[in-house]
C-alpha cells in the first residue's frame, strides 16, 4: 500500500547549507543595527558577539546554539485548553488564520469601504471562528472609532470575546501591548499554561531590531508566551531586488530575532518566517507576485532544516475585493503552503495590501484552503484502490455508475467539489438567467454572514473586559 | 518637450532626465564657464526636466529607480550651480522640512520623497525618523521652513502628527507653514480632521502639492 503525496521542494540541500552560509557571514560581518541599548547589553554579554556602536555582530557559535536550545515544535491551544494543532517543523502541515490589522472593511453585498470598526472586529473574529478551515484568529483590523490610544486593547478585548480559536496577536504599540497582555491575563488565568495567544513581531527590514520590538519581545518571553518573529522586506526598496538577496538578508534578520530571544531566556518558543513582498517600482506598492512565493517555500524549508517552526505569508494583499486579482495570489499562496512546508499562514483576508479587510473574500479562501487541503492529502495508490477485478467485471463499454466502489465512495468524493458553487452545464447556467460566479459568492457570504454566532462566554468576557478596562484605561 | 537647445547642441536636462549626473555636472559646468546665468540655467534646462520626470513617473512610464537617478542627476547639477545661486541671492524652489513622527522608525517613503523633492529644486532639510514634536518645533524655528512634512507608517503613530499641529498653533507657527501628512495608513479624512494643509498619497504627489501650495498668483 502506498500513498501519494504531492510536494513541493524548492531548495536542494546543498543551497540550504549555501543560504545558511551567506546568512552567517552577513550577521557576523554586516551585523544588524540594534536600537535599544538593554537589547544591545544581552547581546555583548553573550560570548561570540561583537559591537560597534549601536550595531551587533552575531558570530555562528551563537545562531548554532540557538538553533539547538530552541524548540522545533509548540502546541497551540484554543481559549478552552484544549489542544488546537501542533507546529511541528520536523513534520510541517499549514495552519491557516485570518487577518491583518486592516484600516477599512469591505462591505460583502456591495463592495463599499469604510473605516474598521468595533462592530467589525466583531464580525471578522466570529467569521474566523465560524470557518472550519480557519484555524485561528489574526488581530483582523485596527479599530477606528476608539481614540488610537485604546483601540488595539478593545480590538483584542473582542477577539478574546467572540472566538475561542487561537489568536496571534498583532499590537504595534509598547503601551498598549502591556496592556492588552495584562487585559487577557486578568480575564483568563495564565496564559502561559496552555498558550492560545500568540503574540507577533517584525524587525525594521534591512537589519534593524528596533525598540519597540525588543522590548515587546523581553515582555512576551519572560511571560513565557511563544511568538512569531517575522520580516517584512520589500525587494528591490527594503530588501535587494533579487530573490536569492532577498532570501539571505530575510534570514540573517529571522536568526538574529532567534538569538535574542534564546538569550533572553534558554528554550524559548519562536516562530520564524517572512512576508517577502516586491516593490512595484511604477506605483510604489507592495505586491506578491510568484517571487514572494517561492521565497516564502524556501523560508519554510530553512526553517525546516533550522528545526524551527515557521509562519509564513498568506497570499493577502494584492485584490481589490474578492476578485480574480485576489483568487489568483490566494489559490497560488494556499496550494504551495500547502504542498510545501510552510507552518502558518495567518493573514488571509486583506486586500489593498492588507488595508481592507474584506469578508467574502476570507470565505472564497476558506474553499481555497479546503480545496488545497484535499489536493495536499494525495490519494491511496493499492491493490483495493485500484480495484482490477472491478474494471475487469465491469469491461470495455461498461458503466461504473453502479459500482461497488462508486457506491461506497460517491459521497465522499463529491465533497471535492466546491461548496459554493453548483455545478451548472451550459444549458441550465443560461436557463437560469447566466448567474455570476460572484453574485453567487455573495449570496453565499451572506448566508454564512447571517449565521454567525459568539461564543457561550462572550456577554460575560466583554462586561468583565471593560470593567477591568474603565479602571486600568483612564 | 525637446531636451535639446536649439541649436541642436545636447541639453543638460536630456542628462538630468537620462540620470546621467556625470554629464549633467559636466554640461552644467561648461554653460556657467561660457556665460550663462546660472538662475537662467536652473529655470530654463534643469527644473523643466524634473517636471518631465515628474509627469512621466505620474503616467507610469518611468520607474522610480530611473527618478531617483535623475534626481541624483538633477542635484550634482545643483551643486555646481549653488555656489552662483547663493552670490546672486537665487532660491530655492522653497524650502522644506521633514521627518518621521515620534515613536516611527521607517524611513523608506521619507528618502523616496527627500530625492524627488530635492530634484525638483526643493532645498529639503530631514530631521530623520522618531522625530519629537518638540524637534519639530526647534527647527522649524530655526530654518523657518515653506512647508513642513511628516510621515507615519503606523495608525499608532499617527496622533503624534496632530500633536505636532498643535504644538505649532501653541508656539504661533501654524500659519507660517504648511503643513503636509502622509504614510502608509494616514489618509485625506485624517489630513483634514488634524488640520494639516494637505495629504500627500506618495512621492510624486508631494512634489506636485509642494508646487501648488508655494506658487503664488501672478
Known amino acids: 500500500m502506498s500513498s501519494v503525496c504531492p510536494k513541493i521542494s524548492v531548495l536542494t540541500e546543498e543551497q540550504i547549507e549555501q543560504v545558511h552560509a551567506y546568512t552567517l557571514n552577513l550577521l557576523a560581518n554586516t551585523g544588524i543595527r540594534v536600537e535599544s541599548k538593554q537589547a544591545r547589553d544581552i547581546f555583548c554579554q553573550a560570548s561570540g558577539c561583537s559591537s560597534d556602536g549601536d550595531k551587533v555582530f552575531i558570530h555562528a557559535e551563537m545562531v548554532k546554539q540557538a538553533l539547538i536550545s530552541a524548540p522545533s515544535s509548540i502546541e497551540i491551544f484554543d481559549r478552552c485548553g484544549e489542544l488546537a494543532f501542533r507546529l511541528d517543523s520536523n513534520n510541517p502541515k499549514t495552519h491557516f488564520g485570518i487577518g491583518v490589522t486592516n484600516l477599512w472593511y ?9 473605516p474598521f470598526s468595533r462592530k467589525h472586529m466583531e464580525i471578522s473574529v466570529r467569521l474566523g471562528q ?7 484568529v489574526s488581530t483582523p483590523g485596527v479599530i477606528q472609532d476608539i481614540a488610537c490610544d485604546r483601540a488595539e486593547v478593545y480590538g483584542t478585548l473582542e477577539m478574546m470575546a467572540n472566538t475561542i480559536k487561537p489568536l496571534v496577536l498583532l499590537v504595534s504599540n509598547r503601551h498598549q501591548f502591556k496592556d492588552c497582555l495584562d487585559l487577557l491575563e486578568r480575564l483568563h488565568g495564565d496564559l502561559a499554561a496552555r498558550p492560545f495567544i500568540i503574540p507577533y513581531f517584525n524587525p525594521v527590514t534591512p537589519l534593524v531590531l528596533n525598540s519597540e520590538t525588543s522590548e515587546k519581545m523581553l515582555l512576551t518571553i519572560n511571560q513565557g508566551l511563544p511568538f512569531i518573529y517575522s520580516s517584512y522586506g520589500m525587494s528591490g526598496a527594503t530588501a535587494p531586488i533579487t530573490a536569492a538577496g532577498t532570501l539571505v538578508m530575510l534570514n540573517a534578520e529571522l536568526l538574529a530575532g532567534l538569538v535574542f530571544a534564546q538569550l533572553i531566556k534558554e528554550g524559548t518558543p519562536v516562530i520564524l518566517g517572512n512576508l517577502p513582498a516586491v516593490f512595484e517600482m511604477k506605483s ?4 506578491y507576485t510568484p517571487q514572494t512565493m517561492l521565497l516564502n517555500l524556501a523560508c519554510a524549508e530553512m526553517m525546516a532544516h533550522y528545526h524551527i517552526p515557521h509562519s509564513g505569508t498568506s497570499g493577502s494583499g494584492s485584490g481589490w475585493g474578492p476578485d480574480l486579482l485576489a483568487a ?10 500547502c504542498l510545501g512546508k510552510v507552518g502558518l499562514a495567518p493573514f488571509v483576508g486583506g486586500n489593498f495590501d492588507s488595508l481592507v479587510f474584506s469578508p467574502t473574500t476570507v470565505i472564497y479562501s476558506n474553499e481555497i484552503i479546503r ?9 491511496m495508490l493499492d491493490d483495493t484502490c485500484v480495484g482490477l477485478d472491478e474494471i475487469q467485471c465491469i469491461g470495455a463499454g461498461g458503466s461504473f455508475l453502479m459500482s461497488e466502489q462508486t457506491l461506497s465512495l460517491y459521497r465522499e468524493i463529491h465533497k471535492q467539489h466546491s461548496q459554493i458553487w453548483p455545478g451548472l452545464c451550459l444549458e441550465k447556467w443560461q436557463a437560469e438567467s447566466s448567474p455570476q460566479a460572484i453574485d453567487l459568492l455573495r449570496h453565499h457570504a451572506h448566508k454564512v454572514l447571517s449565521d454567525l454566532r459568539a461564543p457561550d462566554d462572550h456577554d460575560e468576557l466583554i462586561e468583565k473586559g471593560e470593567a477591568i478596562l474603565k479602571v486600568t484605561i483612564s | 518637450m525637446t531636451l535639446d537647445r536649439p541649436d541642436g547642441s545636447e541639453g543638460a536636462g536630456r542628462f538630468i532626465i537620462e540620470g546621467d549626473q556625470q554629464k549633467a555636472r559636466q554640461i552644467t559646468s561648461e554653460a556657467l564657464s561660457s556665460g550663462v546665468a546660472a538662475k537662467d540655467f536652473l529655470d530654463r534646462e534643469l527644473i523643466p526636466a524634473m517636471d518631465v520626470v515628474g509627469a512621466r513617473f505620474k503616467d507610469g512610464d518611468m520607474f522610480l529607480p530611473e527618478v531617483l537617478l535623475a534626481a ?14 547663493s552670490r546672486v541671492s537665487a532660491q530655492a524652489r522653497g524650502k522644506v522640512v521633514i521627518g518621521t513622527v515620534e515613536g516611527d522608525v521607517h524611513d523608506i517613503g521619507k528618502s523616496i520623497v527627500i530625492s524627488m523633492l530635492e530634484g525638483a529644486g526643493f532645498e529639503v532639510i530631514d530631521l530623520g525618523t522618531n522625530v519629537t514634536a518638540e524637534t519639530f518645533i526647534c527647527q522649524i524655528t530655526e530654518h523657518q521652513p515653506h512647508v513642513l512634512c511628516m510621515s507615519a507608517l503606523l495608525t499608532t503613530t499617527m496622533p503624534a502628527m496632530k500633536e505636532v499641529i498643535r504644538r505649532l498653533k501653541e508656539n504661533q507657527l501654524r500659519e507660517k507653514v504648511k503643513v503636509i501628512i502622509g504614510g502608509a495608513p494616514v489618509t485625506e479624512s485624517f489630513a483634514s480632521e488634524i488640520d494639516s494643509d494637505a495629504y500627500a498619497e506618495d512621492a510624486g504627489a508631494t512634489v506636485t502639492i509642494c508646487k501648488r501650495l508655494l506658487s503664488r498668483p501672478e
Open chain 1, 371 to 379: 480545496q488545497a487541503r484535499l489536493f495536499s492529502q494525495g490519494f
Open chain 1, 328 to 337: 489568483g495570489t490566494l489559490w497560488m499562496n494556499h496550494l504551495t503552503s
Open chain 2, 72 to 85: 541624483r542627476a538633477m542635484k550634482a547639477a545643483m551643486s555646481v550651480l549653488q555656489p552662483e545661486l
Open chain 1, 130 to 136: 465560524a470557518l472550519n478551515n480557519c484555524d485561528l
Open chain 1, 284 to 287: 510604489m506598492i507592495s505586491a
Open chain 1, 106 to 114: 469591505q462591505h460583502p453585498d456591495t463592495d463599499e469601504i469604510s
